[in-house]
T-cell receptor
Framework: DAGITQSPRYKITETGRQVTLMCHQT?????MFWYRQDLGHGLRLIYY???????DKGEVPDGYVVSRSKTENFPLTLESATRSQTSVYFC????????????FGSGTRLTVV | AQSVTQPDIHITVSEGASLELRCNYS??????LFWYVQSPGQGLQLLLK??????LVQGIKGFEAEFKRSQSSFNLRKPSVHWSDAAEYFC????????????????FGKGTLLTVNP
């Protein structure tokens, strides 16, 4: 199916475990982004990527790692999950033209216990 | 640094009433402007966008927004609200390509939650 998909939809993990959230888009968009959404903070950018093998930090990158070996995939890894990383995570992608904005995935709700 | 302010955290309107959600931005040059909607448990969906030209833009679901340069505002409006419009609404800005900066990132406001009473 065309679009941007995130998996899993829901995840519960324990403190200290490594977790990887997946994001896949079928449009060959150059740009991809990871946001977290928390009450009172709105959307905060974690990492973004302008192309395969090009990534950069956003506002809140600590504790997260990303990679982009292929244009269509942009996984987000929590190296050692903490309770403060309990959140809803959104992946987004965009064409290489700013006027088009982003297309968002449906999100992954992550709970760290 | 650019910023987006949505002054109203929560708005309640009656079904059939008109709606206006406010958005102000702080930016060196007029950026690209966007409104997104997020229904409960869903991702964000683009409602409309402003690039240049006509300052009144039409979007999906009967929404429109007006860009006012003098006020650095981009307010979202709908003449008659439906119960299905209950959601959270986000205003966002992105720098134009010729305004400098090599990184393309949207800056989001913190959102306005819309409740619709029957």
């Amino acid at each position: 199916d065309a679009g941007i998909t995130q998996s899993p939809r829901y995840k519960i993990t324990e403190t200290g475990r490594q977790v990887t959230l997946m994001c896949h888009q079928t449009w060959s968009h150059s740009y991809m982004f990871w946001y977290r959404q928390d009450l009172g903070h709105g959307l905060r950018l974690i990492y973004y990527s302008a192309a395969a093998d090009i990534t950069d930090k956003g506002e809140v990158p600590d504790g997260y790692v990303v990679s982009r070996s292929k244009t269509e995939n942009f996984p987000l890894t929590l190296e050692s999950a903490t309770r403060s990383q309990t959140s809803v995570y959104f992946c987004a992608s965009s064409e290489n033209r700013r006027r088009f904005g982003y297309t968002f995935g449906s999100g992954t709700r992550l709970t760290v216990v | 640094a650019q910023s987006v302010t949505q002054p109203d955290i929560h708005i309640t309107v009656s079904e059939g009433a008109s709606l206006e959600l406010r958005c102000n931005y702080s930016y060196g040059a007029t950026p690209y402007l966007f409104w997104y909607v997020q229904s409960p448990g869903q991702g964000l969906q683009l409602l409309l966008k402003y690039f240049s030209g006509d300052t009144l833009v039409q979007g999906i679901k009967g929404f429109e927004a007006e860009f006012k340069r003098s006020q650095s505002s981009f307010n979202l409006r709908k003449p008659s609200v439906h119960w299905s419009d209950a959601a959270e609404y986000f205003c966002a800005v992105a720098p134009k390509e010729n305004s400098g900066g090599s990184n393309y990132k949207l800056t989001f406001g913190k959102g306005t939650l819309l409740t619709v009473n029957p």
